[in-house]
């Protein structure tokens, strides 16, 4: 399984794309309803969806790494956030 591709970076790719899951699903030839399982965590991304969602957005290992990368920073700086308010 990719790991690189998660639920987490397709919730990126639509926020970033002001996308909703019909537009999603469709541009990444998946079911709106395997989109919808895949972000509940009720579904594994297969290596065929994720490599479905590399090649409709054009992500290599390295835009993906660094798109997960800034996913990490800008969770941790909520994270710290969060922590500092306590």
Do not use: C, Y
Request: net charge neutral; no cysteine.
């Amino acid at each position: 399984m990719d790991k690189q591709v998660d639920k987490q970076l397709i919730r990126v790719i639509k926020a970033v794309n002001n996308m909703p899951q019909s537009q999603f699903s469709e541009i990444v030839n998946i079911s709106r309803s395997l989109l919808e399982k895949i972000e509940a965590g009720n579904m594994p991304i297969t290596e065929n969806t994720a490599l479905k969602i590399r090649s409709a957005f054009d992500l290599d290992a390295e835009k993906t790494d660094h798109v997960k990368k800034t996913i990490d920073l800008l969770t941790l700086d909520k994270k710290n956030v969060s922590n500092s308010e306590n």
